[in-house]
């Protein structure tokens, strides 16, 4: 038997919107015979769980990647059985009498092929984009050069989104927004489904064109109406989305507004298209520039006044522009290297480090490179002056956020001093530092949210503070809600769990801490917060710090680079004198695609790395380390090939192989590698693979 209607939402990460909106959506179809599907796009914030606990009769389609959101939305459609369909976006809320205001105009205007209704923002201003025009050139042109906001009301320049038609009169329009569209049944059939080829963005105004070019009539209803929190799925990564939109302008452009099809050039429009998108980009990335430009502000001033001090009154103009490159370069990468523009901006520790390590380096160059060593001391003075003052304006901000100056407070204290911050745990445990911590006279942690270690809890909050997910989708949580430090409540979560997450985090921005049950616990750094009578520690991984990590590479790259020179006679002898055959392994990598390596077809006991002596290339392409975890073929069963750890040569789990390891056993050794790593371990644990026996591959 047909429905009347199936509706259809995509869902990513907006779990509290898309309750509410499937509780609006239940209220306003008790009297039509429907269906709704829920299409969750890989959702880390545990929407899948509340669906089928608190919605049981709706029907979920769980997705294990992002499908964008025209591929989620025929994954519905192919199944459903309703004469319309509606898709609609999880963050809205609709009215009583939405949907059968909507049907009762279908069924009086054969006709019609689409209807959308009143779109409202939170504050009850109309959503623009609810009835609009297609963005042929002239009309994204007057929206481009703004006008269209100049004369809202001109017929001739108020086009892209109708904004001289009466909001509460019904009209035939050229496009509808995807976040609320109903479809007649027989015009998907005609003119078919959501085109694919856009990810997001596009797909309704692309939808809308071939509707209208079926002969079909699309009308804007404003007799009935939803409030929609516009890009609450999107507004997560931003620059992302921004990106993804501008590519599907692009697209359109391309698709429909081909050569012969527009009164104006189509690839006027495209480049029309690509500068507004350069200006958005660039209007962002200023914003992050703004730090490290003004610490360059710094460095040119020290520069300056060092050579100055040196060599007054003359300036030696040219040999300054090399050294200026040069040294402020070195103190830009390392005050990036150290972190000092990434989550933690305005430490004055990392800042202080930083300009001591670009001073060192700066300071061997004098020694080596002439042509940068004109003055020894133009390097210490300006070394001096950078020392003072870039950590210094860090510092000074810090102080006036915490001063009783009140305009520095109320300006300054939220952005500087509180920390984005997540409590891991279950629900007496999080409800404990909770409680302490809202007990802090200067509080320094702003919480975000809580992080389930297990699923067992139903409540969306807890304590006041939103639920974000669970254990297991910690890293999309993490980097979904740009949180800056983890705070885990170790006697819920076993240290394994605790660490292997943490593992998993790749070297992320984030600060990881724990609320220990006693001090012998101490992992990592030995820094210590203390909120009432709870310390609350720091944990690191060393093989994290880019340092170690470049340490590390740099060590692969130039032992590669020499050991393929020093054995290139004797793979020549083993490949065309022996004639020693030679065979191709795919290996799973812990990235996103396998890896392929060359190995010789020794016998079985013969030493494993005589026999891989092909695979170098591997490792001075990146592919692969010298120490690292096991390599798993993609036959076998992988065991943490998630750990932010590269397959390699040899490494603590390859040396212990004899002893039959369980899973938990080989992931102990995979932490304490990534905990424990400095350059003498890696030469230790090659050393002992050089010198063992071996009985198998």
């Known amino acids: 038997m047909q429905l009347t209607l199936s509706i259809i939402i995509v869902s990513y990460n907006v779990r509290e919107f898309l309750e509410q909106a499937l509780v609006s959506i239940k209220k306003a179809v008790e009297n039509i015979s429907c269906e709704i599907f829920v299409v969750d796009n890989a959702s880390s914030d545990g929407s899948p769980d509340i669906i089928a606990r608190k919605f049981p009769d709706v029907r979920l389609i769980k997705n294990n990647e992002n499908l964008g959101f025209a591929k989620a939305n025929n994954q519905a459609i192919r199944t459903s059985r309703g004469r319309y369909v509606c898709?609609?976006?999880?963050?809205?809320?609709?009215?009583?009498?939405?949907?059968?205001?909507?049907?009762?105009?279908?069924?009086?205007?054969?006709?019609?092929?689409?209807?959308?209704?009143?779109?409202?923002?939170?504050?009850?201003?109309?959503?623009?984009?609810c009835r609009r025009s297609y963005p042929t050139p002239w009309v994204a042109f007057t929206k481009i050069v703004g006008l269209a906001r100049l004369f809202?009301?001109?017929?001739?320049?108020?086009?892209?989104?109708?904004?001289?038609?009466?909001?509460?009169?019904?009209?035939?329009?050229?496009?509808?927004?995807?976040?609320?569209?109903?479809?007649?049944?027989e015009?998907?059939?005609?003119?078919?489904?959501?085109?694919?080829?856009?990810?997001?963005?596009?797909?309704?105004?692309?939808?809308?064109?071939?509707?209208?070019?079926?002969?079909?009539?699309?009308?804007?209803l404003?007799?009935?109406?939803?409030?929609?929190?516009?890009?609450?799925?999107?507004?997560?990564?931003?620059?992302?989305?921004?990106?993804?939109?501008?590519?599907?302008?692009?697209?359109?452009?391309?698709?429909?507004?081909?050569?012969?099809?527009?009164?104006?050039?189509?690839?006027?429009?495209?480049?029309?298209?690509?500068?507004r998108a350069v200006v958005s980009f660039a209007s962002t990335a200023i914003g992050k520039l703004l730090m490290p430009l003004f610490d360059l502000l710094i460095m040119s001033a020290s520069l300056g006044i060092a050579i100055y001090l040196r060599f007054r009154p003359d300036f030696p103009l040219e040999p300054f522009a090399v050294v200026y490159i040069v040294y402020s370069a070195v103190w830009l990468v390392s005050l990036t290297a150290r972190g000092a523009y990434g989550r933690q901006k305005l430490s004055g520790t990392k800042a202080t480090s930083a300009v001591l390590l670009g001073w060192l380096i700066n300071s061997a160059l004098t020694f080596f490179f002439k042509q940068y060593g004109f003055s020894r001391a133009v390097v210490l003075t300006a070394g001096i002056i950078n020392l003072i003052f870039i950590p210094g304006w860090r510092v000074l901000l810090k102080a006036l956020a915490r001063s009783k100056i009140?305009?520095?407070?109320?300006?300054?204290?939220?952005?500087?001093?509180?920390?984005?911050?997540?409590?891991?745990?279950?629900?007496?445990?999080?409800?404990?530092?909770?409680?302490?911590?809202?007990?802090?006279?200067?509080?320094?942690?702003?919480?975000?949210?809580?992080?389930?270690s297990d699923h067992s809890f139903d409540e969306d909050r807890i304590a006041g503070v939103p639920v974000l997910g669970y254990l297991d989708h910690l890293?999309?949580?993490?980097?979904?809600?740009?949180?800056?430090?983890?705070?885990?409540?170790?006697?819920?979560?076993?240290?394994?769990?605790?660490?292997?997450?943490?593992?998993?985090?790749?070297?992320?921005?984030?600060?990881?801490?724990?609320?220990?049950?006693?001090?012998?616990?101490?992992?990592?750094?030995?820094?210590?917060?203390?909120?009432?009578?709870?310390?609350?520690?720091?944990?690191?991984?060393?093989?994290?710090?880019?340092?170690?990590?470049?340490?590390?590479?740099?060590?692969?790259?130039?032992?590669?680079?020499?050991?393929?020179?020093?054995?290139?006679?004797?793979?020549?002898?083993?490949?065309?004198?022996?004639?020693?055959?030679q065979q191709k392994i795919i290996y799973k990598s812990g990235n996103s695609h396998d890896i392929c390596i060359q190995e010789f077809q020794f016998p079985a006991d013969s030493h494993r790395l005589w026999r891989r002596l092909p695979a170098l290339p591997s490792i001075l392409q990146g592919e692969m380390s010298f120490v690292g975890r096991e390599l798993i073929t993609t036959h076998e069963k992988s065991v943490n090939t998630h750990l932010s750890l590269q397959p390699g040569l040899t490494g603590l789990e390859q040396l212990n192989r004899h002893s039959d390891l369980s899973p938990e056993e080989r992931e102990k050794?995979?932490?304490?590698?990534?905990?424990?790593?400095?350059?003498?371990?890696?030469?230790?644990?090659?050393?002992?693979?050089?010198?063992?026996?071996?009985k198998s591959a």
Request: charged share 25%.
């Open 87 to 129: 898709i609609i976006n999880p963050d809205t809320i609709v009215q009583e009498n939405t949907f059968s205001r909507v049907i009762e105009f279908f069924e009086n205007n054969a006709k019609v092929g689409a209807v959308g209704c009143k779109i409202l923002n939170p504050d009850g201003t109309l959503q623009l984009a």
């Open 152 to 185: 809202p009301k001109s017929k001739i320049f108020g086009r892209y989104n109708l904004t001289f038609l009466d909001p509460e009169k019904t009209a035939k329009v050229e496009a509808l927004s995807g976040s609320f569209m109903v479809v007649r049944r």
């Open 187 to 220: 015009t998907i059939d005609q003119v078919g489904m959501l085109d694919e080829s856009f990810f997001m963005y596009g797909e309704d105004l692309d939808w809308c064109f071939r509707i209208r070019k079926g002969g079909w009539e699309i009308y804007y």
């Open 222 to 275: 404003p007799t009935t109406q939803i409030v929609h929190f516009k890009g609450e799925s999107s507004k997560k990564s931003p620059f992302e989305q921004r990106r993804l939109f501008y590519e599907a302008m692009h697209l359109f452009v391309k698709k429909h507004f081909g050569t012969g099809k527009a009164l104006m050039p189509s690839w006027l429009l495209i480049v029309a298209v690509w500068i």
């Open 406 to 452: 009140e305009f520095f407070r109320k300006q300054l204290r939220n952005v500087i001093l509180n920390r984005r911050s997540v409590i891991v745990g279950d629900k007496n445990s999080s409800e404990q530092i909770l409680a302490r911590l809202k007990n802090q006279v200067e509080p320094t942690y702003q919480i975000h949210g809580v992080i389930l």
């Open 475 to 581: 890293q999309d949580i993490v980097k979904r809600e740009k949180v800056q430090e983890v705070i885990f409540a170790t006697d819920k979560i076993a240290y394994n769990i605790m660490l292997t997450a943490i593992g998993t985090s790749n070297g992320a921005h984030v600060n990881f801490k724990l609320v220990p049950s006693n001090l012998d616990v101490i992992i990592g750094k030995a820094t210590t917060d203390y909120i009432e009578d709870i310390p609350l520690v720091d944990l690191d991984y060393k093989l994290h710090s880019f340092f170690n990590k470049s340490v590390k590479r740099s060590m692969d790259v130039l032992f590669a680079a020499l050991l393929m020179i020093v054995t290139a006679p004797v793979m020549a002898w083993l490949s065309w004198i022996k004639k020693i055959p």
């Open 669 to 694: 050794y995979h932490l304490y590698y990534l905990k424990n790593y400095t350059p003498l371990l890696d030469m230790v644990i090659i050393f002992k693979e050089l010198f063992r026996k071996h």
